[in-house]
């Protein structure tokens, strides 16, 4: 927040009306929708005190969705508000990339954030990115288009054996010399190149890497001439005094249709959220689907080898999120403000540099998940013995894990790290921010 108060980010909290779409496409009734969202998240708040307080005697095959299930049975609600809440509650796999019941309970805890507000970078990361690179744009020797292949540490020098030489090889084949090197891969990178290390990583640092999970969320945008969903005008909602008060819904998640065709077996449920709502300039006729799990692997497989241009791409994404987004009010077959103007995907799970996924979560079976946190950060030893250090939102403060702000804080830390390690006075930055940060909001 700091970083984009200094350089005028527009960060906004996309509060406002959620809407929700039945599993046979109807709009679900306001008052039934928010019964079932205030169980859901007061259930997922218990969950976090749940698995901070019996973490120890969890058994690593509870799931969260387990957890809600128990809590569930415990209410007299009707079968069918059960039904809603059961089917409301898989929204949590769009906040780890993961189907809700793949959700480990034991290390939940690790899942909690920072408190406050949740804020949405409207105006974009662009200047926060500008102001974090500066230094380096200044003052390193960058080399874009350069991925790394190979990662070395020949046996140290018997006459000098305080100097450390890590050597990296890059796929055009070219070999630089360090004497210490940051490695700030995403994790989901590191699983498929444990052999790109020589000597071999630590066993109980590569059973970290294992042992973790690497997520699978990805975004799509569908761009349409006019927000059809909005019946207010513009001028109607700057007046409004925030948009609480507004009728314009900001965020709808489809539960799981059955009025539409999907691949057996997979989850089909949906969400998206508005962008037309965000403050001025940066608002945009736009719907943000995220899709996650074995559901976002299916789409993202779809268009694999499609040109982002084609018609055939623009296609197969409309034809998969027509049927959500006209279930929306306002949508009018016959308008041409509800005909898609364009559409993107990400396809972070087809990138090997983005470690074919999102970032790191917590599944059922893990065992040690905040010990194996601690080992992705501290290197298990190898950053004084060989000089490689390890940063990125996986080797973050428990409280960051997984975001923009952990990434960063990581970097502190691992900056810290080299510091002491060739006696430099440290700068002062990561050792503060331990895993002691006040932590009961969410993602
Ligand atoms: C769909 C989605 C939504 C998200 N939403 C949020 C959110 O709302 N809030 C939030 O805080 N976070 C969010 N995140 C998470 C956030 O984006 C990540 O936590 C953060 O980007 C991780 O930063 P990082 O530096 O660890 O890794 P990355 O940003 O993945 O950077 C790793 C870098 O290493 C480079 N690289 C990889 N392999 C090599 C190699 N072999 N040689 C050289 N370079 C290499 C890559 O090109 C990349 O530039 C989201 C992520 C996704 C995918």
Known sequence: MSIAEATQTVAHDPEGRNISISCDGQL?????????AEFVWTTIE???????QHGDSIPPERSLFDFIQEKLEKTNFS??????????????????????????????RLEECIDGNNYFVASTYQRILQHVAKTALAQADIRFKQPVIKIETPPKDEQEPSRHQVTVTTASGEIHTFDQL???????????????????LPARFLQAINNISFGRLEKIFVKFPNAFWHSE??????????????????????LEPTYTSHPKDIQWNQECLSLANLPSPCAQPILLFYTYGPCGTNIVNQIADLDENSSEYKQILTDILKPFYSKLPGYDPSSPSCKPSSVLATRWQLDPYAGNGSYCNFQV????????????????????ERGIWFAGEHTAPFVALGTTTGAYWSGERAAAQV????????????????DSLPSAGRK
């Open 46 to 52: 218990e969950a976090f005190e749940y698995s901070n």
């Open 182 to 200: 940051v490695i700030t891969c995403p994790l989901g990178w590191l699983k498929r190149n444990t052999e790109s290390f020589n000597p071999q």
């Open 79 to 108: 079968d069918e508000d059960k039904r809603l809440c059961l089917d409301s509650c898989k929204l949590w796999g769009a906040y780890v990339g993961d189907p809700i019941e793949r959700q480990s309970l034991k290390f939940f």
């Open 233 to 254: 005008s513009e001028s109607t909602q700057t007046t409004q005094a925030n948009n609480a008060q507004s009728t314009n819904p900001v965020f709808a998640q489809f």
């Open 28 to 36: 679900v009734n306001e008052e039934r929708a928010t019964k079932s």
């Open 419 to 434: 510091c002491e390690r060739v006696g430099l006075r440290s700068v002062g930055v990561g050792s503060s921010r331990d």
């Open 365 to 384: 079976g893990l065992v040690a998940g905040d010990k194996d946190i601690e080992v992705l950060r501290s290197g298990d030893g190898i950053g004084a």
